[in-house]
């Protein structure tokens, strides 16, 4: 929001290679009506088309509203220039509640975007799987040790680095799980862990393990993951999500447990685990879901992995920010902070929240191995399940897949 004298728009489309197409928001529609600023208008108006891109500049809200219900993105940033956020925030306000009146559930918006990914990752992994001896399917008794236990899941959010001294700490007394995102930073400050849960689809992952990474600690995942979780030595442990081909192959194997994630957030898996196995206490340390002046993550990151290729003398490492980070919470994460908070029978604390010497651990030591032989991924007889299912070719039409990716996707179960 905010055209101005409209040189940051110059500059944006200056900096910017992709095609683009941007809805410059100016409630002071008055300025126009002064020759040089509408000079400058045509000017970048002009600029933009050169670029294969689109400026829309929008005087009202009506015409703004009028925008997106005749456009057919559904993703949008929403920048405001200091001084029209300082001056205008009602505008701010109304923008917010007409952007996310366009919003449709999450659950679909993200099925829509990534359905033909996870099925191509479902089966690659599956074909990985084959000369991969270490991939162990979950199952309802694996985790029967936390029963009436402790568990601590760790986000990587700033705060972490406050928490870390309790975590050391009292270390011996809870089960750990971290999220892919914040492992690194625990193994750096000499924190066993436990699990880590890693769900992503995407190749960002790949930032997450680094190779010097404990190879002995088991990574919670599913079939839809990155395939490079199942190129690294770690052992995989694969759990039964709510995913169509996933609820085919719990319906037919025995002794698995099917864990949803209403959240689409690994915070919200830990929350739906402990569920599962009836765990006493969850404590997330670690998660806010906010950016703390300027940083979004603690520190050694994958996403500061990624970044630091990128720094230079004029780009500093806080310019990489993650646009679902910011100092309030995006619409996505609120739907999983909303899910976490959502009273059950699991007593959940969240540390930044909690004084420290209220929080009860057990006096016992919980020291426990996973049976990692007890049930072994058995290729032959998933893809046999997955051909003989009437489901099978439902749920990819579901999901919109085209005909002839289909055959393709059957070709390859038949090789397998």
């Known amino acids: ?168 700490k009292n270390r011996e007394h809870f089960f750990l799980i971290s999220s892919d995102t914040a492992s690194y930073f625990l193994q750096n400050n000499g924190i066993k862990i436990d699990l880590i849960f890693s769900v992503d689809s995407g190749r960002g992952t790949i930032y997450h393990f680094r190779e010097d990474l404990y190879s002995d600690i ?44 209403p959240s689409m957030n690994v915070a919200g898996l830990a929350k739906s685990f402990c569920l599962t196995y009836n765990v006493k206490k969850l404590i997330y340390c670690g998660l806010d879901f906010k950016s703390y002046f300027g940083k979004t993550h603690c520190r050694g990151t994958g996403y500061e992995n990624y970044s630091l290729g990128f720094q230079n003398r004029i780009k500093t490492l806080d310019s990489y920010i993650p646009v679902t980070y910011k100092q309030t919470l995006s619409y996505k994460n609120q739907i999983a902070y909303d899910y976490i908070k959502t009273p059950d029978k699991l007593e959940i604390l969240f540390f930044q929240e909690s004084d420290n010497s209220s929080i009860i651990l057990d006096s016992n030591t919980l020291t426990n191995e996973l049976p990692f032989s007890s049930s072994k991924l058995n290729v032959e007889e998933i893809m046999k399940i997955l051909r003989s299912s009437v489901y099978t070719q439902k749920v990819m039409k579901m999901l919109n897949l085209e005909q002839k990716k289909i055959k393709r996707i059957f070709r390859l179960l038949n090789n397998l």
């Not at 199942?230 to 037919?252: A, G, K, V």
Request: hydrophobic share 40%; aromatic share 14%.
């Open 218 to 261: 088991p990574i919670f995942t599913w079939l839809g993951a990155s395939p490079h979780l199942f190129e690294i030595p770690n052992p995989i442990l694969i759990y039964m999500s709510t995913f169509p081909l996933d609820q085919i192959l719990q319906n037919r194997l025995e002794n698995l447990s099917l864990i949803s994630n």
């Open 1 to 168: 929001m905010g055209f101005g004298a409209g040189y940051h728009i110059e500059e944006f489309i200056i900096l910017t290679n992709s095609k683009i197409k941007l809805v410059c928001i100016e409630p002071d529609a008055s300025i126009f009506q002064f020759s040089e600023i509408q000079n400058q208008k045509d000017k970048i108006t002009k600029r933009f088309k050169e670029r294969n891109s689109e400026l829309l500049i929008v005087e009202s809200l009506e015409q703004f509203q009028e925008f997106l219900q005749n456009t057919s993105s559904k993703n949008f940033y929403f920048f405001s220039q200091p001084f029209y956020g300082k001056n205008h925030k009602k505008w701010i306000e109304e923008i917010y509640k007409i952007l996310n009146s366009q919003k449709t559930s999450i659950h679909q918006n993200t099925v829509v975007h990534f359905s033909k990914l996870w099925i191509r990752n479902y089966f690659k992994n599956l074909h990985k799987i084959k000369s991969k001896n270490s991939c162990t399917l979950v199952t309802s008794e694996m985790f029967e040790f936390l029963k009436g236990q402790t568990v601590v899941f760790c986000g990587a959010s700033p705060i972490l680095e406050n928490q870390v001294e309790w975590i050391r």
